[in-house]
């Protein structure tokens, strides 16, 4: 279970970006964030592995404060919260298999992580999650030969590789076309239904979320304006959260079968 | 284009629509700036134009080449001689040199070509291979520890790995206050310290190359993609495991591509070191300079450049495969 109380985020230029934001995600939910960009999504996911530390207000993970935590009890918090990227944020240059392994780096000692000394369990356990994403066989290739959609399935068995509890999104499907961005949800689905991994997606179209969420949380200038379930949730509740008509590109399309 | 092409043609644009006005201020700006920029250096124009300049110049090229300079005398035969009386006051306190040189009235100059010029030049070539190979290790080995020390450093200078500014600030200090001492003078003092040879200058070249390298890959790292270093602060990393997996593959190119770079910025400069006495073939090109062996000087700057065009060809190479 995941609890955010009053969590507010106010950034150096004075953006507020989160005000007082009181969340519970429970275990094993697909999550899904939807508002317009600006609206505060990405700042309030980043503050579960405090990427973005939040100005006030408190994170409960597991009986703990995550916002209290010194250095080294969060980079353990972090080996448990897996996260993926609208830009995948690879290495390029390094192979899928090294890219794969850096997800495990929190879980390796510093020394034998610079040497390149990964157990033979982490090996086998990148090569599996990479199955499991079914790009198996990109393993030894370098990391930009991909196609758009095999580096986001890189880097959720990266993030699947870590072993988390909990999985952040934050627009995986942005940068990718419609049939691929279907394949990624997929994905992290499935892997949300195998593992019970609690997963938070941020995403801004609409019929998406309705497709893939458990639940829907809808956010609009720092603020939820919308948490409900979403068989519930109605083009007219994406208007009151987007607080204008919906539009063609609020919506991906294209499934595919 | 044709007119066709745009139904409604608009009207020609005015002279401060067109960005006229503005580089007419601009050539303006450039003129005023050099004018201030040339005031007070003692540049006179009027000294290229004179052809004392270009024969100058030209008598050194040519003695450089297969050529020996000879004077002819008009009172040759009193060149090792007294000089006379009434041209006497004027030479008091001077050196024989300077009497010989007052006293042997230039009448022509010719150039003599040597015609064994070539054997006599493989034969000097022969003669220096020792001390331009201790140049080239020279380089190599200032060049290794240079960059060797410059990656933490690097790292300590790069913005985005910085966690406290204050760091950053003084390592940024350090390496702008080493990169301002002229190498010439580090070697020099090097040499003052270390004895004459080899020494102060590979210190002499670490040293500079180790600001070199360290500030331009300080700026490599400054311009890395920031999501893979988000990425693995996401998944726990602490900053060394950042910065060996997040950094340096990002980097690695550019690393490799200085330090070849800077090995070729480093056979050039301790041509120069050894006018300062620390080794390589810098001291042997000051001694042909001082003992006016032009022939044997343009030998060793042939030398050189055949030294540095190879070495530029290798850095090529390998940066191609490399990127």
Avoid at chain 1, 49 to 68: C, F, H, M, Q, Y
């Amino acid at each position: 279970m995941l609890e955010f109380r009053q969590i507010s985020k106010t950034f150096p230029d004075g953006t507020k970006a989160l005000k007082d934001v009181n969340l519970t995600i429970n275990k094993g939910e697909f999550v899904v964030i939807v508002g317009l960009s600006g609206a505060g999504k990405s700042t309030l996911i980043r503050c579960v592995n405090r990427l973005v530390e939040p100005t006030s207000g408190t994170i409960w993970a597991n009986g703990r404060d995550v916002t209290k935590m010194g250095d080294a009890d969060l980079r353990r918090w972090r080996t448990q919260v897996g996260m993926i990227f609208q830009n995948y944020n690879l290495v390029k240059r390094s192979s899928v298999l090294r890219n794969v392994l850096a997800g495990r780096l929190g879980h390796t000692g510093t020394l034998r992580s610079l040497l390149g000394l990964f157990s033979a369990e982490d090996v086998a356990l990148a090569k599996r999650s990479l199955e499991r994403v079914g790009i198996s066989e990109k393993t030894y290739n370098r990391a930009d030969q991909l196609s758009g959609g095999q580096q986001q399935r890189v880097s959720i068995a990266r993030a699947l590789c870590q072993g988390p509890s909990i999985m952040l999104a934050d627009e995986p499907v942005a940068s990718l076309d419609p049939p691929t961005s279907h394949a990624v949800m997929r994905d992290l689905k499935r892997i949300n239904r195998e593992d019970g991994i609690t997963t938070l997606v941020n995403l801004h179209f609409i019929d998406m979320a309705q497709e893939y969420a458990d639940r829907i949380i809808g956010m609009r200038a720092g603020e939820i304006v919308y948490d409900g379930p979403a068989d519930k949730v109605t083009e007219q509740t994406f208007e009151e959260i987007y607080g204008r008509k919906i539009r063609p590109d609020d919506l991906r399309g294209g499934v595919e079968e | 284009m044709t007119d066709s092409s745009k139904p409604k043609s608009p009207k020609k644009p005015s002279f401060k629509e067109s960005g006229g006005l503005k580089s007419m201020l601009g050539l303006l700006a450039l003129i005023l700036v050099y004018t201030l920029a040339s005031a007070h250096l003692g540049i006179e124009p009027a000294k290229f134009a004179s052809g004392e300049t270009w024969v100058q110049m030209s008598d050194l090229l040519i003695r450089m080449g297969p050529y020996e300079r000879i004077n002819t005398c008009k009172n040759a035969n009193i060149v090792w001689g007294e000089p006379d009386a009434e041209t006497e006051a004027p030479w008091s306190g001077r050196t024989d040199m300077d009497k010989v040189r007052a006293v042997c009235e230039q009448d022509k100059t010719f150039y003599w070509y040597r015609s064994d010029y070539l054997k006599e030049q493989l034969a000097y070539t022969k003669d220096v291979w020792g001390p331009l190979m201790q140049t080239l290790r020279m380089a190599i080995i200032g060049a290794f520890f240079g960059a060797l020390f410059a990656v933490p450093f690097s790292l300590l200078a790069a913005r985005n790995l910085v966690r406290y500014q204050w760091v950053y600030y003084v390592v940024r200090i350090v390496l702008n206050l080493i990169r301002t001492i002229p190498d010439l003078v580090l070697a020099a003092v090097l040499s003052g310290a270390l004895g004459l040879g080899a020494l102060p200058g590979v210190v002499a070249l670490a040293i500079f190359s180790f600001a070199l390298i360290a500030k331009l890959l300080s700026e490599s790292i400054e311009s890395i993609d920031p999501g893979p270093l988000e990425a693995m602060r996401a998944c726990g990393a602490n900053w060394l495991q950042m910065v060996a997996y997040g950094v340096v593959p990002q980097v690695l190119p550019q690393f490799l591509a200085y330090w070849i770079y800077v090995l070729e910025v480093d056979v050039r400069a301790s041509t120069v070191l050894g006018f300062v006495g620390a080794g390589g073939i810098g001291m042997t090109l000051m001694a042909d300079l001082n003992l006016t062996r032009f022939r044997n000087v343009g030998s060793i700057v042939m030398i050189i450049l055949v030294l540095v065009v190879i070495m530029e060809y290798i850095s090529t190479k390998v940066r191609e495969r490399l990127v």
